[in-house]
């Protein structure tokens, strides 16, 4: 029977070898208009890998501004490990991967580049074995909620605007990124009493900072708050915070390996828990921190602030293993395309789980073609 083991190996089913990896950066811009200053483009890097057999897949690496070293790190370290490998034999590759290349780091650009190389198997695999990922990985479903994440924007009058379409887009639950109190009030007055709220603001507070900053917005009724202390990985701050905070707090996206995951959770750090399927290993370390998560009695709320194979990763996982309250991170810019096109969108609050095999959609050529972005190769 074919399906998924325990450390990636997909049993019943011939992947074939890994014949070529391919980068492809893409930089989209925001679309003019609505009277706001102009903002620099969006850089992302999709990675697609080729089997010798003809199957592809494809994944997300996190990139904005350190895309051209995320691709560095792709083209020059990772494929010609990976080169001739069995696609299928996913787990034991990423691990080998990970040994060779530990001495670069256990986060940052290289897992990144390697998230993307994995999440790209997955959907290999999915497409070998003419099964949508989330049925591989034994799970079903058909929709999952999903919230708006703004853009940051600082001015009041900007965020009530974002707040206002993305009600009028059917979200009932909204994310800002912004780190003044006038700006989070406004979001709360604009979007009512019955929406749900939420706030990150990047890791920029000291513990103090943050306590004063969380008893100025206690009466704003956030569902969680989220990276709020400098530097990310100080668990036992954040536990501290969350001890004394009456709002509950939420933070993962830079947490890089397995192992940090679970210290972030035993220190009593978290209410919610985001690995980045961009960031910390793609789709088999995904799987993991779901797993654990689910010992510890966290709830996991994928980060997702692009709209590529990363995105469709957490909607296949999340479909798979969450427990009933996980949502979906939709980015809700106004970014003239999206890697997908028009297959994938979210209505009336809830995004559908794609049915076609692998990750259930390929990138939309034509927006490749389109924002293809030259980083001199």
């Not at 990047?202 to 900053?213: I, V, Y």
Request: hydrophobic content about 45%; charged content about 20%; overall charge neutral.
């Amino acid at each position: 029977m074919t399906g998924a083991g325990p450390a990636g190996h997909i049993r019943g089913m011939d992947a074939g070898a890994i014949a070529r990896i391919e980068t492809v950066p893409l930089r989209i811009p925001f679309r003019a208009g609505g009277g706001e200053a102009a903002r620099p483009p969006v850089d992302s890097l999709l990675v697609k890998v080729t089997t010798a057999g003809g199957l592809t897949g494809w994944g997300e690496a996190f990139g904005f501004e350190a895309t051209p070293v995320t691709r560095r790190a792709v083209e020059d370290l990772i494929a010609p490990l990976c080169a001739g490998q069995d696609a299928g034999r996913i787990g034991p590759l990423m691990r080998a991967v990970q040994e060779k290349l530990q001495v670069f780091g256990r986060g940052g650009t290289v897992i990144h580049a390697l998230s993307a190389v994995d999440t790209a198997l997955w959907d290999i695999a999915g497409k070998a074995a003419g099964v949508p990922l989330h049925r591989l990985l034994g799970g079903g479903g058909t929709h999952l909620p999903c919230y708006a994440s703004l853009d940051p924007y600082g001015d009041p009058a900007a965020v009530r605007a974002a707040v206002r379409r993305a009600l009028g887009d059917g979200f009932n639950r909204v994310k800002l990124h912004e780190r003044e109190i006038p700006a989070v009030r406004a979001a709360r007055e604009e979007a009512g009493a019955a929406a749900e709220l939420m706030l990150d603001v990047n890791c920029p507070w000291t513990l103090a900072q943050a306590r004063e900053r969380a008893d100025g917005l206690r009466d704003v009724r956030l569902r969680w708050l989220e990276e709020p202390l400098w530097p990310p990985e100080d668990y036992e701050g954040l536990a501290r915070l969350r001890a004394s905070c009456a709002i509950p707090v939420a933070a993962g996206e830079n947490v890089g390996t397995l192992l940090d995951f679970g210290r972030l959770m035993a220190a009593g750090a978290v209410d919610f828990v985001q690995p980045s399927p961009a960031k910390m290993g793609g789709v088999t370390e995904l799987c993991k921190v779901f797993q654990l998560a689910a010992s510890r009695g966290v709830t996991v709320m994928p980060h997702t602030f692009y709209h590529g194979p990363g995105l469709l990763a957490a909607v296949q996982v999340t479909a798979a293993l969450a427990a009933a309250d996980s949502v979906i991170e939709w980015r809700h810019s106004d970014l003239a395309a999206q890697v997908y096109g028009t297959a994938l969108r979210p209505a009336d609050g809830r995004i559908a789980v794609p049915r076609g095999p692998g990750l259930g959609i390929d990138p939309d050529p034509g927006v490749l073609r389109a924002f293809a972005a030259d980083r001199g190769h």
